[in-house]
């Protein structure tokens, strides 16, 4: 325990060293000692209990809600230091929902969660991960406006515009798309000094074409889901010039052939095109190695041009650019399952391919440590900056952990 307590002394001297005052640098050590402290509430209340000398529950609850620290810049701190130690693959990018009952907190809106897999009442947090498959860390978030709580919106509701200013939302702040708060988020960690290998992201993410063009704009590889309705043509087709009359503009080259689904050009390929791949070790008991089940399925790797506006590169060139479609097609299954697309190397193995872009379940992971463990969605607060504060410091504990983790077994975390 002393170790332990020793280590979280120095983990969080780094990460508060630019706070300019002694009790604030105090008060953040002992709210992440209070969140990895046993207790199954991580609310301020029942941590000062747990906190002994440091259970000043007045003076942890301002310094989480009214205190006018930078979250943003122990999170830059955060980001160095797991971006050394993790050594990421890529930056996996999602979201997550934080239930409420009342209406009072910053933004909690009636809207659709994947917590709860159904529309309901809550706030939604939009959060970066570096990752890689040993281990993960979140360390960059947004809180989801949305357009209900913006006076600018159409959709604008009275009563939550009147809330703003006692839930301290900046007047700046307004509804913007989870996809770019997304894009937002990966331009502040570079600007960090945060090298960004690749970018992953579920269907959610990877549907937006503005979101994908985004990432193509910033030079930034992705392997990201989308749904089995997207459309494209096959890496072989090409445009070409309609006849020209002589007057007016010439008319744009064009594919003669429609563009298909992608779960149609996967299904026109067939079966046989179907190859097995084991991506990782699980955390189900098995054969495998470390005595744990290895995660195997059926892929199909196909070279295709996506359809769709906003897709043709910003230069004249009439051919769309040429992309990865990945799909699992599990033996069991008539079809395949899920897609992506994937801006990586024409000549990367599929088993790369599959075992870069599956790296999402890193978030998964993250989220369901920091939710049953270390208090994610315990915040009672009701501000914009409080719920900003608590995310970070239990990033922070959560990194923390991880580090440990590394620290004892390097050789066995995969499975963790």
Not at 38 to 63: I, T, W, Y
Not at 128 to 142: G, P, T
Not at 362 to 389: N, P, S
Request: charged share 25%; proline share 6%; glycine share 8%.
């Amino acid at each position: 325990m002393t170790e332990a307590r020793g280590d979280l002394e120095a983990f969080a001297a780094e990460l508060f060293d630019g706070f300019f005052r002694a009790d604030q640098r105090r008060w953040g050590q002992a709210y992440v000692r209070g969140l990895l402290l046993d207790g199954r509430r991580k609310s301020v209340e029942p941590m000062a209990a747990r906190l002994g000398e440091d259970g000043n529950r007045q003076a942890l609850a301002h310094f989480i809600t009214s205190s006018p620290w930078d979250a943003a810049h122990v999170r830059a701190r955060l980001a160095w230091r797991m971006h050394e130690a993790i050594g990421p693959e890529a930056l996996i990018v999602d979201d997550t929902g934080f239930l409420k009952d009342g209406d009072a907190s910053a933004c909690v809106s009636r809207q659709y969660t994947g917590t709860a897999g159904k529309v309901t009442n809550c706030q939604v947090g939009v959060s970066l991960h570096l990752a890689r498959e040993q281990a993960s860390a979140a360390v960059n978030w947004r809180l989801f406006v949305p357009a209900s709580w913006d006076p600018a919106s159409g959709q604008a509701d009275a009563a939550k515009v009147a809330r703003r200013g006692r839930c301290g939302i900046p007047a700046q702040v307004g509804h913007v798309e989870k996809w770019q708060l997304a894009l937002d988020m990966i331009d502040e960690t570079r600007s960090w000094g945060v090298d960004v290998p690749l970018v992953v992201a579920d269907a959610g993410y990877g549907d937006a074409a503005a979101f994908r063009l985004g990432l193509e704009e910033r030079s930034l590889p992705y392997a990201v889901g989308i749904s089995c309705r997207h459309t494209a043509h096959p890496a072989d087709a090409r445009p070409v010039q309609p006849p020209y009359a002589g007057t007016g503009l010439p008319p744009k080259a064009q594919y003669p052939d429609p563009a298909q689904t992608v779960k149609d050009l996967v299904i026109a390929a067939g079966r046989a095109a179907a190859r097995p791949v084991s991506w990782r070790v699980g955390s189900r008991p098995g054969t495998g190695r470390n005595g744990f089940k290895r995660m195997y399925s059926r892929f199909v790797a196909l070279r295709v041009r996506p359809a769709g506006r906003g897709l043709r590169k910003t230069t004249d060139a009439p051919e769309l650019p040429e992309r990865w479609l990945l799909a699992e097609w599990p033996a069991t299954e008539s079809e395949p399952v899920q897609f992506w697309l994937s801006s990586l190397p024409s000549g990367m193995p599929l088993a790369t391919l599959v075992r870069l872009t599956k790296l999402r379940w890193r978030i998964e992971h993250d989220y369901r440590e920091m939710k049953q463990a270390l208090g994610l969605a315990h915040f009672e607060g009701r501000t914009w900056g409080g719920w900003h504060h608590h995310v970070t410091l239990v990033s922070a504990a959560h990194a923390f952990c991880t580090l440990r983790r590394m620290a004892r077994a390097p050789k066995d975390t995969a499975a963790v």
